[in-house]
């Protein structure tokens, strides 16, 4: 696609994009993303922007991938240590780690590169009507499956057909894209009649009952692998996908073993996405706290996480350390209906007393980001920061006499620790602050199974929240008046309002300013202590070249090379 | 004797039937089930299930009947030869029991294969000469060792040789098929805490029988000390160490766990712990079966031997 | 008593060994410890004095306990690794230690001197004194581990009792209760519990008093199988006298010597299982510290040569504290065969 074609069939508010970057109000990195967003070739929107090219922009092939490192060598063995799980179906699956077990099979529309920027996968390119309410999908041509068949629009349609269907179960219903093409007819969820237009073989057109921004990131989400339009679960039975690699043996607990394709239908197979280098890739099963040890016994060339708690030891072994800046975070959240958070001054009193900035160097000293109480990253496109919070303890204990606990107060907060080990730590350091006020802190420390059974439930909680492309997108999950993720049991029609708006506005200034009025009522609500946006790490060997960092730690290898 | 056993092995189907249908009321209750839940569909996902849809995910793992039916079926497939099916691992129950008894029957085998004749020749050098320096060294020797917990056997070893020296593997996950390098670490761990026991009660035996009568008259009539030791201390002195070993078989199944999660060794013992932590039931079934077969068999075992071994014992 | 001794009178110290001091000693350094470590968040601001009677009663009672075991040399140095670390359970409040739950400087090395704090033997992946986490350690596992040994006594004695004494179907049905959880490895049934009941230190004590009591039980009936033929027992039943009382005051008086040598043994038992179970997660629960729980969190974080103390320090302090329960037994044994 040259840059010429896609200027032609931009959307106009690409242009207004730009305009408002010459203008200076939208830097050229947020430009890139934006237009990368709307259909512009990653490639494009940098030479738009007047940004060198990165090395992950190969515009000639509009490829997602990095570009080929000139050094690199093919062949060899990835052994990665992971949980090796159960990859039944992928529509349903709860975890990353499932996914990427299928990752090199089973392909994207779209993907999400370790720096944040959206690109055609699957899709050649995308369009969006000016109302952001009909989106057309334009498909790779000569894309292969593994059984010969070739990638079409029917492959596309099969696969939202499959999500949309209630009984199937599939997270992806929720996703703010596939939830504008389903209606409730008599308490089911079922799909719209023409909510999907197969235009032509490689063009396929979706039609939204709300304008949603966000359709492109949704393709990466984990759950949205394409499987070929004959898929029939378990995956096991059908082995097929699109990608580099296919699953030659699973077994959960145990190994997942990809292998390079050569073959398809009889057939040569070409892979589309150009030449990747490793012969095959090896997962085992390491339970999180175990891969470090895996990789400093040699038994692995690279892990999917590590801990903050084993840093030290990362560091003492030969390896790179790779870390990735996230909206992962610990929201430690009030019920503003349980007792005695009801009183929302007893909330102020607590965020008053705790100091964020203190709290983030104890417990992740390397990386991440401090929290502000409300729930949008720096990391997030659409961020803006809100004037800094200061810790007042003085304040905090007049709050509390004045509702009605002058000699202070008791609560007790539930650690699941499901994100490891580091909740704790954060909430040790917050029972150390709120000390100071008057208020006393009982830790109770539960197993993480327990903590999902009550975390919506628990007057006062610390849950983990992973990481979302946009800000807009964790905001609306949890803290909407009403829905079934709000743990918080917040509800503010003013607010609700102001969310309403910044998700209806592409204007990225304006957007930034409506999130930002919404995350102001959210903070004096006082409903959270979010004390740190958590980096994650990961750590691979050096021979192995171009380990990606993922935000949220999805793998894709296919410009990985061993040494 | 054929009485005796035969008694044992009803006793034993009994107790299986009796723990078995315990285990399944256990597991019946709510929480659990949400637990297989959360583990299955996620955190996030299982709260924002609804009633409705929850009820079904429960019908389609076959959780929404009486926990008494369940174990009639569950009863009936095992009679055909079927151990269900594993929630967490995505496979059939036997298989993957077979292959993880096999690992830990290979570790046990190394683990027997060295404490046997270690703690029989303590135990006999320490027994021969009761109160000696060479018993009292012995007995502490055999003391001390079994005062050390696996777990912190098992770290001393490896923060000797692996992590010091260098010479072995720290985890015995053994990726790139059988080594033998991963497992020294493991059946050391097991052979330090379980041979001293052996050892002590050989001694004590082997002490009792030395100040019998016979044998003090056997080196009155002035018979070689060696040849009477060989010859008529030892055989009965190794009735009762016998009995004992067979038991330790029993022992193994539980000591095996702790060691087995140390070194990340995929055997019973972590399998075990993996599926009631999940929870997945009939992993956990199927694990007690073994466990309550294998230490009723080796009763049975011994009791055998026993009375094969001892002239002086007849069962009725 | 000789005659000869009666001019001096029994010293202090022989009126003290009598086994009524002795067991008010026992209670006087029990109580306060299990209350401070079970309910110690419930007895607010007075916790702090609560341990103090405690530790003239250890003193005392370690000299008493020399002085009774002094013929045998093995049972001395059980004695004195038990009363080392019973010692630092009740004294921990008291002793010059940083707070083991406040991290200050990661990872840092024995014996090196950070700021103005000297660490003996280092800190731990928070940053936490370990020396501090050790003695403090040591409460916990000793309470529950006491605590779950004596309930396990308690139900198995009176199991053993029961089915000794009566007999009958009483025998066959507790029996049979006792060989079905016999015949489970104690593991599958710690796992099984735990998970069941969730993990926690009273969960430890219902999971250790199933693995346990019915071994207990076993000794017990034949230990009473034994007594319940001796004249003292006729005479009571002859006098009318209650089961109740027959049990409680006949039998379990004349049960007591022999079990007591297997309750050392038992105590080394429960102590290694309350560390594995800790180790496993199935045990006690964070923050506070406990030797199983300092190897949990250092076996993921600490698996190098040159972090290897926080390993071997929790694993060297739970061996010694193990070694002194299983001397002493040995001890005690060897003194009641010479007998």
Not at chain 1, 310 to 328: C, F, S, V, Y
Not at chain 1, 505 to 522: H, M, N, Q, Y
Not at chain 2, 151 to 163: E, G, H, K
Not at chain 3, 113 to 138: A, P, Q, Y
């Amino acid at each position: 696609m040259s840059t010429n074609k896609t200027t032609n069939t931009m959307h106009p508010k690409v242009r207004e994009a730009q305009e408002q970057m010459d203008s200076g109000r939208l830097s050229r990195r947020e430009f890139v993303r934006y237009a990368a967003l709307l259909g512009v070739g990653a490639g494009a929107a940098y030479a738009m922007a007047g940004l060198p090219s990165p090395a992950i922009a190969q515009d000639a092939a509009n490829l997602p991938f990095p570009a080929d490192d000139p050094n690199a060598k093919a062949g060899g063995i990835l052994k990665v240590a992971m949980q090796v799980q159960k990859i039944d179906d992928p529509a349903t699956f709860s975890w990353t780690q499932a996914s990427n077990q299928t990752r090199h099979m089973l392909e994207y529309l779209a993907m999400t590169g370790p720096d944040n920027v959206t690109r055609p996968m699957l899709a050649e390119r995308w369009e969006a009507s000016e109302d952001l309410k009909t989106w057309t999908f334009h498909l790779r041509k000569g894309v292969k499956w593994h059984n010969g068949d070739d990638f079409t629009a029917e492959d596309v349609k099969f696969n939202f057909e499959r999500w949309t269907d209630p009984d199937l179960g599939s997270s992806n219903i929720g996703l703010s894209s596939v939830s504008a093409m389903v209606e409730e007819v008599d308490g089911k969820k079922r799909l719209i009649d023409g909510a999907i237009e197969v235009i032509d073989e490689h063009t396929i057109r979706f039609n939204l009952t709300k304008p949603v921004l966000s359709f492109p990131e949704d393709m990466y989400n984990y759950p949205t692998a394409i499987v070929h339009r004959g898929f029939k679960p378990p995956l096991d039975n059908v082995i097929n996908g699109t990608g580099a690699y296919t699953i030659a043996e699973n077994v959960v607990g145990d190994r997942c073993i990809l292998k390079k394709v050569t073959e398809a239908g009889g057939q040569p197979f070409e892979y589309w996405g150009g030449t990747v280098f490793l012969d095959e890739i090896h997962y085992y099963n390491f339970d999180a706290d175990n891969q470090l040890t895996a990789f400093a016994g040699e038994s692995v060339d690279a892990i999917y996480d590590f801990g903050v708690e084993q840093m030290e030891l990362a560091k003492a072994l030969d390896g790179e350390i790779i870390a990735a800046r996230t909206a992962q975070t610990l929201c430690c959240r009030m019920r503003v209906d349980a007792a005695p958070f009801n009183d929302e001054r007893v909330r102020k009193a607590v965020t008053m007393a705790i100091d964020n900035a203190a709290i983030k160097p104890l417990v992740y000293p390397e990386g991440g980001d401090v929290g502000e109480n409300y729930h949008v990253a720096p990391v997030h496109p659409d961020y803006e920061a809100l004037p800094p919070l200061t810790r007042d303890v003085e304040g905090a204990k007049a709050l509390l006499a004045e509702a009605g606990h002058p000699n202070g107060i008791t609560i007790t907060i539930d650690i699941g620790n499901t994100d490891g080990p580091w909740h704790q730590t954060a909430a040790e350091a917050m029972r150390d602050q709120l000390k100071d006020a008057g208020i006393t802190l009982n830790i109770n420390v539960i197993p993480a199974s327990k903590y999902w059974e009550i975390w919506t439930k628990t007057p006062f909680g610390a849950t983990a929240w992973t990481h979302r492309p946009l800000g807009t997108m964790v905001m609306s999950l949890g803290y909407r008046t009403g829905v079934p993720w709000n743990e918080s049991g917040f509800a503010s029609a003013e607010f609700d309002a102001a969310l309403d708006e910044a998700e209806a506005t592409l204007d990225v200034e304006t957007r930034k300013g409506l999130l930002a009025k919404a995350s102001k009522i959210l903070q004096d609500a006082s409903v959270m202590v979010l004390p740190i946006w958590r980096p994650v790490y990961t750590m691979a060997s050096k021979s192995v070249h171009g380990y990606p960092a993922h935000p949220t730690q999805y793998h894709q290898f296919n410009k990985v090379w061993m040494s | 004797m054929l009485k005796l056993i035969l008694r044992r092995l009803v006793q034993m189907v009994l107790i299986m039937a009796v723990s078995s249908l315990l285990l399944f009321a256990i597991f019946d209750t709510p929480e659990f089930k949400k637990r297989l839940a959360v583990q299955e569909l996620g955190g996030f996902a299982v709260s924002a299930l609804t009633e409705e849809s929850y009820k079904s995910w429960l019908a389609g793992r076959g959780l929404d009947v009486p926990f008494h039916q369940r174990y009639l079926n569950w009863v009936g497939n095992i009679l055909s030869g079927d151990f269900g099916f594993s929630y967490e691992k995505n496979r059939p129950v036997g298989p993957l029991l077979a292959d993880r008894l096999a690992n830990t029957g290979i570790l046990a085998f190394f683990v027997f294969a060295l404490m046997i004749p270690l703690s029989l020749i303590l135990g006999i050098l320490a027994g021969m000469k009761e109160g000696s320096l060479q018993d009292r060294s012995i007995s502490f020797i055999s003391v001390f060792t079994t005062s050390i917990p696996e777990i912190a056997s098992a770290i001393l070893l490896t923060v000797i040789f692996a992590l010091g020296l260098g010479w072995l593997p720290v985890k015995s996950a053994m990726i790139g098929g059988f080594s033998f390098r991963e497992l020294v670490l493991p059946v050391l761990t097991l052979v330090i805490y379980d041979f001293g026991y052996v050892a002590r009660m050989t001694r004590a035996s082997m002490a009792e029988v030395m100040t019998s009568q016979y044998i003090r008259t056997a080196i009155l009539k002035g018979l070689p000390y060696r040849r009477v030791v060989m010859r008529h201390a030892l055989r009965n002195a190794l009735i009762a160490p016998f009995t004992l070993i067979v038991l330790q078989l029993n022992w193994l199944l539980s000591g095996v766990v702790v060691v087995e999660v140390f070194f990340e060794y995929n055997g019973f013992g972590k399998l075990l712990l993996e599926a009631a932590l999940f929870p997945d039931v009939e992993v956990v079934q199927a694990c007690t079966l073994v466990a309550v077969a294998v230490a009723v068999l080796s009763q049975i075992i011994s009791d055998i031997g026993y009375t094969f071994l001892n002239p002086r014992i007849r069962f009725a | 008593m000789a005659v000869t001794e009666i001019q001096s009178g029994p010293s202090l110290l022989d009126r003290l060994s009598r086994p009524k001091p002795v067991i008010a000693l026992a209670l006087l350094l029990w109580l306060p410890l299990t209350a401070y470590v079970m309910f110690g968040h419930r007895l607010g601001s007075g916790a702090q004095n609560v341990l103090l009677p405690a530790i003239p009663a250890t003193v005392l009672l370690y000299v008493l306990g020399v002085r009774a075991f002094r013929e045998s040399r093995v049972a001395v140095i059980g004695l004195t690794l038990v009363f080392f670390w019973l010692l630092m359970a009740v004294s921990a409040p008291y002793l010059p230690l940083m707070d083991p739950n406040k991290p200050i400087a990661p990872f840092t090395t024995p014996f090196t001197e950070r700021g103005d704090l000297f660490f003996w033997l280092g800190t731990d992946f928070k940053g936490r004194d370990m020396l501090s986490r050790m003695i403090w350690g040591c409460q916990r596992v000793l309470v529950w581990g006491v605590t779950a040994t004596m309930v396990a006594y308690v139900v198995g004695a009176m199991f053993g009792l029961i089915s000794g004494y009566l007999a009958g179907w009483w025998d066959e049905i507790i029996s049979f209760v006792a060989n079905v959880l016999l015949s489970f490895p104690v593991m599958v049934l710690f796992i099984v519990i735990l998970n069941y009941l969730g993990p926690s230190g009273f969960n430890i004590v219902v999971a250790v008093t199933f693995a346990s009591a019915p071994a207990i039980m076993r000794i017990v009936r034949g230990l009473a199988l034994d007594i319940k033929t001796r004249d003292y027992v006729y005479a009571a039943q002859t006098r009318g006298e209650h089961p109740l009382y027959i049990m409680i005051f006949e039998l379990l008086p004349n049960v007591r010597g022999p079990i007591i040598v297997d309750a050392c043994l038992r105590l080394g038992y429960t102590t290694v299982a309350i560390t594995t179970l800790t180790f496993l997660g199935l045990g006690l629960q964070p923050p506070d510290p406990d030797w199983g729980l300092m190897i949990r969190e250092s076996a993921r974080t600490a698996m190098l040569w040159k972090f290897s103390y926080m390993l071997l320090v929790p694993a060297l302090a739970v061996s010694s504290l193990i070694l002194g329960f299983n001397l002493l037994a040995d001890g005690l044994r060897e003194m009641s065969l010479r007998d």
